[in-house]
């Protein structure tokens, strides 16, 4: 079976590793990449220089290892990542390690929603 490799990247230069490790995986056993970022809505992310460039720099990783890096606005991050999981009829999805509680709560919800998919949480740099 063709897997279809969801990577889920936060505004940080950090989602680097997440993105060369979905092209790893798609590398070996086949299939398609996508990279997902949900952005509140409100959020204003290009009057904001750093977290802006971090966006720009992960959206020319995703060009590199090609793939696109799609950005949605959602109050509901874990809905709409289920969401675009099934309409692009993801197999497998990779998300970094939370950093914090509201982060570890998404993750838990992503958990519930999305158990049909294989998951892998990476574990943070120093970990």
Do not use: C, H
């Given at each position: 079976m063709e897997r279809r490799i969801l990577v889920c990247v936060t505004q940080q230069k950090t989602c680097e590793r997440l993105i060369k490790k979905g092209a790893a995986m798609r590398d070996e056993f086949g299939g398609e990449l996508f990279i997902i970022h949900v952005a509140l809505?409100?959020?204003?992310?290009?009057?904001?220089?750093?977290?802006?460039?971090?966006?720009?720099?992960?959206?020319?990783?995703?060009?590199?290892?090609?793939?696109?890096?799609?950005?949605?606005?959602?109050?509901?991050?874990?809905?709409?990542?289920?969401?675009?999981?099934?309409?692009?009829?993801?197999?497998?999805?990779?998300?970094?390690?939370?950093?914090?509680?509201?982060?570890?709560?998404?993750?838990?919800?992503?958990?519930?929603?999305?158990s049909s998919l294989d998951m892998y949480v990476m574990p943070s740099k120093g970990e």
């Open positions: 809505n409100g959020w204003k992310f290009l009057g904001n220089s750093k977290e802006g460039e971090a966006l720009e720099y992960l959206f020319g990783i995703s060009k590199s290892v090609g793939a696109e890096l799609t950005v949605l606005r959602s109050d509901n991050i874990v809905k709409t990542i289920a969401s675009f999981a099934k309409e692009n009829k993801i197999t497998n999805i990779i998300v970094g390690a939370p950093n914090d509680r509201q982060n570890s709560n998404i993750l838990n919800d992503m958990k519930r929603k999305l």
